[in-house]
């Protein structure tokens, strides 16, 4: 596969504070800095614009035949789990029928907001890689690291 066969997706959660989207962006100039070959979008699960399926259609019609997903979150979730799958067109990692029957040993009440996908899924006769969210990488202890230690 060539660059141009291939696109790349970086998903974000979304807010209503314009900082989360700006700095999705920043990330995605970033790394299109040193991916200058490759069709690189962001899109976001909820809140803003462009949400996840505009964002793929517009690597679609550049003629990909895989577009590789990384969502831009540090741990999974319902949305890395269930709802940016579904939006997807791929299976869910999660399933929601166990999820509502697990028993509680708490005195307290609280809800589960399993929400659905937030569009219909994508349609896409190529291949989509689903990646992990970014986890406990070296990377990110090291950033934690270097602001904390400023502070020692």
Not at 14 to 31: A, D, F, H, L, Q
Not at 80 to 109: A, C, F, R, W, Y
């Amino acid at each position: 596969m060539t660059n141009k066969d291939t696109g790349i997706l970086l998903v974000g959660h979304g807010s209503r504070i314009p900082y989360n989207k700006n700095i999705i962006k920043k990330i995605r100039e970033k790394y299109q800095e040193i991916m200058p070959d490759y069709n690189i979008e962001i899109g976001f699960m909820e809140l803003v614009e462009p949400n996840i399926p505009t964002a793929f259609n517009k690597l679609k019609e550049t003629g990909v035949n895989k577009i590789i997903v990384n969502p831009v979150f540090l741990a999974h979730g319902m949305h890395t789990k269930v709802d940016i799958p579904t939006i997807l067109g791929l299976e869910p990692e999660v399933d929601l029928e166990k999820l509502h029957m697990h028993q509680h040993e708490h005195n307290h009440s609280h809800h589960h907001h399993h929400r659905e996908a937030k569009s219909e899924p994508v349609d896409f006769d190529g291949e989509i890689i689903y990646l992990e969210p970014l986890g406990a990488d070296d990377k990110i202890v090291e950033i934690i690291q270097n602001r904390v230690n400023k502070y020692l």
